[in-house]
């Protein structure tokens, strides 16, 4: 039986992004936990929901999400 190890996928990470079926990564937006009262509605409403990561952040993420993409 020669079962190669792949690591351990890091579970911190994962917790902060999704990943969909097709593989692609979302992750929330930049700024978005504290100092929103300040803000327009617009900038308000475009922190909310998930974007796409960058593909930056998709080729480091490969080895730390090593069993899930």
Not at 36 to 45: D, F, V, Y
Not at 57 to 67: G, P
């Amino acid at each position: 039986m020669n079962m190669t190890h792949t690591g351990k996928t890091n579970k911190s990470f994962l917790k902060r992004v999704k990943i969909t079926g097709r593989g692609k990564m979302m992750k929330r937006p930049p700024h978005q936990d504290h100092f929103n009262a300040k803000e327009s509605g617009s900038a308000a409403r475009n922190k909310k929901g998930r974007i796409m990561a960058p593909k930056s952040l998709m080729r480091s993420a490969k080895a730390l999400l090593q069993s899930n993409i």
